[in-house]
């Protein structure tokens, strides 16, 4: 197992499939290549201070290490996003939460322009009255 440590890498991955814990949110996205299964861990700057996010940081890590690789997809990419919960989250709880993680069936998430659009029904129409069409029905007359 690898290390991800390029931003590219982590933006791939962002784009991914994504499983939501209380502690940390597990990214994935299979890779073209035979490549070993590569993980990387973050954590934003809203969980805390520096000391904070170091911990969290080597708890995900620790998570990690304990987990058997068997139950990782090969030739995949992870990316742990770490949460404030992560501080007083029970470890063996979180343990538990990273192989659920790692068997559920993954949520896709749409990025792009077509972000939350629902397939076949196209854009919303404007529910604004079209100004070329005259003057607007709710004017009182002169």
């Not at 994935?28 to 805390?48: W, Y």
């Not at 404007?126 to 002169?142: C, F, I, T």
Request: hydrophobic residues 30%.
């Amino acid at each position: 197992m690898d290390r991800l440590r390029q931003r590219a890498d982590f933006l791939a991955v962002a784009n991914g499939a994504r499983v939501n814990s209380p502690a940390f949110v597990l990214q994935s996205r299979g890779r073209d290549d035979s490549g070993p299964i590569r993980i990387g861990f973050t954590v934003t700057k809203k969980n805390g201070n520096a000391p904070e996010r170091n911990r969290i940081r080597r708890r995900l890590r620790e998570l990690v290490k304990r987990l058997d690789p068997v139950s990782m997809q090969p030739h995949h990419d992870y990316v742990l996003v770490g949460r404030r919960d992560a501080l007083s989250r029970d470890f063996t709880t979180m343990l538990d939460d990273l192989r659920i993680a790692f068997t559920k069936p993954a949520r896709h998430t749409a990025k792009g322009p077509n972000k939350g659009q629902v397939t076949g029904r196209g854009p919303k129409p404007d529910p604004r009255p079209d100004p070329s069409s005259g003057p607007a029905a709710s004017r009182k007359p002169d």
